[in-house]
Nanobody
Framework: QVQLVESGGGSVQAGDSLRLSCAASGRTFSPYGIGWFRQAPGKEREFVAA???????TYYLDSVKGRFTITRDNANMVTLQMNSLKPEDTAVYYC???????????????????WGQGTQVTVSS
């Protein structure tokens, strides 16, 4: 079983940047797809970005394309670089993994079974 711990959240102004990290323990990521999701108050959890187990492919929510970048630093660490943040990006951000899943396949939120505890991101206007 994989355990996930997110870090790097915080409170920033619109236009600022934040870098979220997801560290795994218990097993390496391979061959898991790894993704980031977010949940704002009163809203359903939504997919944000994902990367394949090899790191060779990525997939993004349309509204974050060009602003967010997901990278796989090593077998046990994934980073989400968030630039040009907007107030609508405010949410709790969760890291998640799913075995034998492509980057695009990670966007199926209902199929995710392994989650981190989440980290708060607040963007003020």
């Amino acid at each position: 079983q994989v355990q996930l711990v997110e870090s790097g959240g915080g409170s920033v102004q619109a236009g600022d940047s934040l870098r979220l990290s997801c560290a795994a323990s218990g097993r390496t990521f391979s061959p898991y797809g790894i993704g980031w999701f977010r949940q704002a108050p009163g809203k359903e959890r939504e997919f944000v970005a994902a990367i394949s187990w090899s790191g060779g492919s990525t997939y993004y929510l349309d509204s974050v394309k060009g602003r967010f970048t997901i990278t796989r630093d090593n077998a046990n660490m994934v980073t989400l670089q968030m630039n040009s943040l907007k107030p609508e990006d405010t949410a709790v951000y969760y890291c998640a993994v799913r075995e034998f899943t492509s980057a695009q396949g990670m966007s199926a939120t209902a199929a995710i079974r392994i989650w981190g505890q989440g980290t708060q991101v607040t963007v003020s206007s």
